[in-house]
């Protein structure tokens, strides 16, 4: 079965230093999401990546898809606090419907 | 607009009693998702929904039963509660599930509900 794993499972870092979170894939993936979720709120979608090699960027965020289509990276540069939360992405198979979210990487950001 | 609701915010539950989860969706989005989250474990897809009248398991729909009377209102039952569903229960919304080449639209979430099976 499809196997992804989200690393790191927690993350703390200075203000001001990079942030990246991992979803690595033993498959090939159809597509990927990243969400936001900061403490006692919901999920907030982020972006979305579908092409081999994709890299997209939001202000300081940093979203990449590997080439294989089988790792994806969220990574943010110079962390401020308002970074802080859990960071999930949420995937599916190729040819697959069944979406799955990763088990996410939970942010602390020390001021 | 206001979204993505559920209801209640909070429960306390005893083992074996029962309760419906409500969700609505003021977007007329076609799709709906119950998910459970718990420490460590992400979050879980129960059942979804990808059109009224039609409901589908995920990952771990035992012990949880589903309805999509309305296209508006997903509810999440649990017909003898455990502790073991003891979590948060999330409730998502999407247009479609799949957006063709664009892959999958996105999820909206409700704010969440908070219950304790004792």
């Known amino acids: 079965g499809q196997q992804v794993m989200q690393i790191p499972q927690y993350q703390h870092v200075q203000e001001g230093e990079d942030f990246t979170t991992y979803c690595n894939s033993s498959t090939t993936l159809s597509n990927i999401q990243w969400y936001k979720q900061r403490p006692g709120g919901h999920p907030v979608f982020l972006i979305q990546l579908v092409k081999s090699g994709e890299v997209k960027k939001q202000k300081r965020l940093t979203f990449q898809f590997g080439e294989a289509k089988k790792n994806s990276s969220l990574h943010i540069t110079a962390t401020q606090t308002t970074d802080v939360g859990t960071y999930f992405c949420l995937y599916s198979g190729a040819g697959s419907y069944q979406l799955t979210f990763g088990k996410g990487t939970k942010l602390s950001v020390i001021p | 607009n206001a979204g993505v609701t559920q209801t209640p915010k909070f429960r306390v539950l005893k083992t074996g009693q029962s309760m419906t989860l409500l969700c609505a969706q003021d977007?007329?989005?076609?799709?709906m998702y119950w998910y459970r989250q718990d420490p460590g474990m992400g979050l879980r897809l129960i059942h979804y929904s990808v059109g009224e009248g039609t409901t589908a398991k995920g990952e771990v729909p035992d012990g949880y039963n589903v309805s999509r009377l309305k296209k508006q209102n997903f509810l999440l039952g649990l017909e003898s509660a455990a502790p073991s569903q003891t979590s948060v229960y999330f409730c998502?919304?999407?247009?479609?599930?799949?957006?063709?080449?664009?892959?999958?639209?996105?999820?909206?979430f409700g704010p969440g509900t908070r219950l304790t099976v004792l």
């Open positions: 977007m007329n989005h076609e799709y």
């Open positions: 998502a919304s999407s247009y479609f599930g799949l957006a063709g080449e664009e892959g999958y639209n996105e999820q909206f």
